[in-house]
């Protein structure tokens, strides 16, 4: 196994250990997209025949530990050459090829998985990262957090900005977006309730990083009729003031709206000590004040109707502005 570096590169190859390597030969080897269940073919094993299929599951990080490999048996393996068992990420069904009853050297076959062959239930994420303003793809990087530890990481194809990955299921992920000259993005993905296969598409919409511009900000929220920040609001805020402390020449403008159910003076009091607090936090984060302007608009801009429950929590809301892009810095 061989390990992506920060910079692209790759770790040196890692064997996997006597519990999978023999005196023979192993080859075609097939990770699951649950990344613990590997398939793969070996002669050095007692089998049916002169290749054999074998499954085993990892059991820590270290890829060193691994269950005892499991011949998957004469519904798969023949007295030939049987290798390259491959599945998708719904784990339904498995593709091989083999040489037993073939029309040629060897041909490939599809055949259902039994229950104590497949790998751990996964969620397949897929959709379009676009430009927020023109719908226009954009070759963006994918990636999911669990628990602020990053995960599977996916490149979307720039002529089309699609995207797909894999998640374990049972958990709550937040997918993050980033591309050069836009504001990175995230998007929260529930799992908790999920126990069967599942797709999901998210499709993720990312604003440009240029004078003028408007951004809204999620998962920010405040103690009710309160400036208090609470804690869920963090992660959204530092992933603000990493974005402006590795972008001094970008100057924004933080604007607290409300909706209209509230006195004018009163929503327009209570916008400005959110958007006060807001960038209160960013400079404690380490943000230049000069970086950082903040401004109450109340009710006057709303976005939605204030005649739905959704509309209002639309309305009530905080975003930036960009006033100021150095492109020198």
Same mark, same amino acid.
């Given at each position: 196994? /061989?390990? #992506?570096? /920060?910079?692209?590169?790759?770790?040196?190859?890692?064997?996997? =250990?006597?519990?999978?390597?023999?005196?023979?030969?192993?080859?075609?080897?097939?990770?699951?997209?649950?990344?613990?269940?590997?398939?793969? /073919?070996?002669?050095?094993?007692?089998?049916?025949?002169?290749?054999?299929?074998?499954?085993?599951?990892?059991?820590?990080?270290?890829?060193?530990?691994?269950?005892?490999?499991?011949?998957?048996?004469?519904?798969?393996?023949?007295?030939?050459?049987?290798?390259?068992?491959?599945?998708?990420?719904?784990?339904?069904?498995?593709?091989?090829?083999?040489?037993?009853?073939?029309?040629?050297?060897?041909?490939?076959?599809?055949?259902?998985?039994?229950?104590?062959?497949?790998?751990?239930?996964?969620?397949?994420?897929?959709?379009?990262?676009?430009?927020?303003?023109?719908?226009?793809?954009?070759?963006?990087?994918?990636?999911?957090?669990?628990?602020?530890?990053?995960?599977?990481?996916?490149?979307?194809?720039?002529?089309?900005?699609?995207?797909?990955?894999?998640?374990?299921? =049972?958990?709550?992920?937040?997918?993050?977006?980033?591309?050069?000259?836009?504001?990175?993005?995230? #998007?929260?993905?529930?799992?908790?309730?999920?126990?069967?296969?599942?797709?999901?598409?998210?499709?993720?919409?990312?604003?440009?990083?240029?004078?003028?511009?408007?951004?809204?900000?999620?998962?920010?929220?405040?103690?009710?009729?309160?400036?208090?920040?609470?804690?869920?609001?963090?992660?959204?805020?530092?992933?603000?003031?990493?974005?402006?402390? =590795?972008?001094?020449?970008?100057?924004?403008?933080?604007?607290?709206?409300?909706?209209?159910?509230? /006195?004018?003076?009163?929503?327009?009091?209570?916008?400005?000590?959110?958007?006060?607090?807001?960038?209160?936090?960013?400079?404690?984060?380490?943000?230049?004040?000069?970086?950082?302007?903040?401004?109450?608009?109340?009710?006057?801009?709303?976005?939605?109707?204030?005649?739905?429950?959704?509309?209002?929590?639309?309305? #009530?809301?905080?975003?930036?502005?960009?006033?100021?892009?150095?492109?020198?810095?």
């Amino acid at each position: 196994v /061989s390990f #992506q570096q /920060s910079d692209g590169s790759y770790s040196a190859p890692k064997n996997l =250990g006597p519990q999978i390597n023999t005196a023979g030969d192993e080859v075609t080897p097939f990770l699951a997209a649950d990344g613990k269940t590997l398939y793969f /073919s070996t002669d050095g094993r007692p089998g049916y025949g002169r290749n054999d299929i074998y499954m085993t599951k990892r059991l820590d990080d270290s890829w060193q530990r691994w269950s005892r490999p499991l011949n998957l048996g004469p519904a798969v393996n023949t007295e030939n050459w049987d290798a390259y068992y491959t599945l998708p990420a719904k784990g339904d069904f498995a593709y091989f090829t083999s040489y037993e009853d073939s029309y040629g050297s060897g041909d490939i076959f599809r055949i259902a998985i039994p229950p104590e062959q497949m790998p751990d239930v996964v969620a397949l994420i897929k959709g379009k990262v676009i430009d927020a303003k023109t719908n226009a793809p954009i070759a963006a990087t994918v990636a999911y957090e669990s628990d602020s530890v990053a995960q599977e990481v996916a490149q979307t194809n720039p002529a089309t900005g699609s995207y797909q990955l894999v998640a374990d299921i =049972g958990q709550q992920l937040v997918l993050l977006a980033q591309a050069n000259g836009y504001y990175a993005i995230t #998007q929260p993905v529930d799992l908790t309730g999920v126990t069967e296969y599942e797709e999901r598409v998210v499709n993720l919409a990312m604003y440009p990083i240029k004078k003028g511009e408007v951004v809204p900000l999620e998962d920010i929220n405040f103690e009710a009729n309160s400036a208090t920040l609470t804690p869920d609001s963090y992660r959204e805020l530092n992933r603000v003031a990493g974005f402006l402390l =590795g972008q001094p020449g970008v100057v924004i403008e933080i604007g607290g709206h409300t909706n209209n159910r509230c /006195s004018s003076t009163y929503c327009k009091q209570l916008s400005a000590s959110r958007a006060e607090a807001v960038a209160q936090y960013l400079k404690a984060q380490g943000v230049p004040n000069e970086q950082v302007l903040h401004k109450g608009y109340g009710k006057d801009k709303p976005i939605d109707t204030n005649e739905t429950e959704e509309g209002r929590q639309r309305n #009530q809301r905080v975003e930036f502005t960009v006033l100021e892009v150095d492109q020198g810095n």
